[in-house]
């Protein structure tokens, strides 16, 4: 039988899994379950009391398979709209005042989840010392549709509220309040340049990936995908929209007049992403990127061969190109910006590309980052990697990241110069 260990909030007990050098609590809700009156509404406190079993893993935003499934593999996880949870690794809830790093998982705003294998945190709370928070926030329509009278980026506020959540309680799990880092990947990476516009409740932060240089959707545009999402789901209004099962939902969202809207080149980007709404987001984003980029100290970067993972691109000069143009500029200037404004900024590329197909393609550092190559099986972005040199680098990238974590330097020197990891 599993040995449990509990720790104490105001409003309860929450009761985790003890591990041998690090401890987890699954599906810890921070939000009600965003479900019937409260879907497309913004995030209201959890109200549970008493004893929480934290000892599961909890369910996961509702999605369909993920576009870059054949690079990365299938991901796997119950899924239900009450996805409202985090988890937490922490090394001992024993009050120690340990650096805290919280993970924003990418997926085009439609896929991934925090509470997923591929992103066990056990191995960098182990090794670093720290306590890890991985969260789920919603995903395609129920958190990123926008439409009038309802309010915009829903998704962006879960983030927030999680974000509160770990500031109020994390020192019952041995974590600093006071030293919080955000590390998101792709959409994960773009929503914490969002939230460094707002009132960022973070200390530092690690942008992995993230189209930083392409804005965010305008208002106008995001109404007239709302527009069409509503017709292809067949809602007549927004308490239809609210009333209708899940898989409607999921459905319109691959529904073919919205995919050849898309595919025609009218709205740049995904389905669904941040919107320049005006209230969570100002509509003139872009222009106030520089300020953003200065809001904390940063680590951020790209791979070599980003698009690599998206259907029409390889490893050739002009995919390169092409992901320079979506990722390596903005990522860059971000570091400048963020340096200009007197913070510590440092660079990196990951060159590690172990297939010629895939070389060193978007989200190839996942498995690296966290540790987590058993989870990953057999992704094919992966295959034929040697596995000494993959524990080699693993173990230099986690050490980086950490270190800056912990409030120092990853161990290059500042940005413009940059590291590569290969």
Excluded: K
């Amino acid at each position: 039988m599993a040995s449990t260990l509990d720790v104490q909030l105001p409003q309860g007990t929450v009761r985790g899994l003890r591990g041998p050098a690090v401890n987890r609590y699954g599906a810890i809700p921070y939000a009600r379950p965003p479900v019937g009156a409260l879907r497309f509404r913004a995030p209201e406190p959890a109200d549970w009391n008493g004893l929480l079993d934290a000892t599961g893993v909890g369910t996961i935003a509702p999605q369909r398979p993920a576009r870059l499934r054949d690079v990365m593999g299938d991901l796997d996880g119950e899924q239900s709209e009450d996805c409202l949870h985090l988890t937490i690794w922490t090394p001992a809830a024993d009050g120690a005042p340990r650096p805290v790093v919280v993970w924003i998982h990418g997926g085009a705003w439609q896929s991934g989840a925090g509470a997923l294998p591929w992103y066990d945190g056990s191995r960098l709370a182990e090794e670093g010392d720290v306590v890890v928070v991985a969260i789920n926030y919603r995903l395609g329509a129920p958190g990123w549709l926008c439409l009038p009278g309802l309010p915009a980026n829903l998704g962006l506020l879960d983030q927030e509220a999680a974000l509160e959540w770990v500031v109020r309680h994390i020192g019952a799990f041995g974590g600093d309040a006071g030293r919080i880092t955000v590390m998101g990947q792709s959409a994960g990476a773009s929503c914490i340049a969002a939230l460094c516009g707002r009132q960022p409740r973070f200390h530092r932060a690690i942008l992995q990936s993230g189209a930083l240089g392409r804005g965010f959707r305008s208002l106008e545009d995001a109404y007239a995908l709302g527009q069409l999402f509503m017709e292809a789901a067949g809602a007549a209004d927004l308490e239809a929209l609210r009333a209708l099962p899940i898989e409607r939902l999921l459905d319109a969202q691959q529904a073919p007049s919205v995919l050849s809207a898309l595919s025609a080149g009218n709205y740049a980007g995904p389905l669904f992403t941040v919107v320049a709404d005006g209230t969570v987001v100002p509509r003139d984003a872009q222009a106030r990127m520089a300020d953003w980029a200065g809001a904390r100290d940063v680590l951020v970067g790209t791979t070599r061969d980003e698009m690599a993972a998206f259907p029409g691109y390889g490893t050739d000069a002009d995919s390169r190109a092409v992901g320079e143009a979506a990722f390596g500029a903005g990522s860059r200037q971000w570091a400048d910006d963020a340096r200009r404004a007197g913070r510590q900024a440092w660079s990196y590329r990951v060159d590690f590309g172990p297939t010629e197909r895939f070389g060193a393609c978007h989200c190839i550092e996942l498995p690296l980052l966290f540790g987590t190559l058993e989870a990953f099986g057999p992704a094919p972005m992966l295959a034929g990697a040697d596995p000494g040199h993959v524990r080699d680098l693993s173990a230099r990238m986690r050490a980086a990241w950490l270190r800056f974590i912990r409030g120092g330097s990853p161990g290059w020197d500042p940005a413009p110069a940059m590291q590569i990891f290969d």
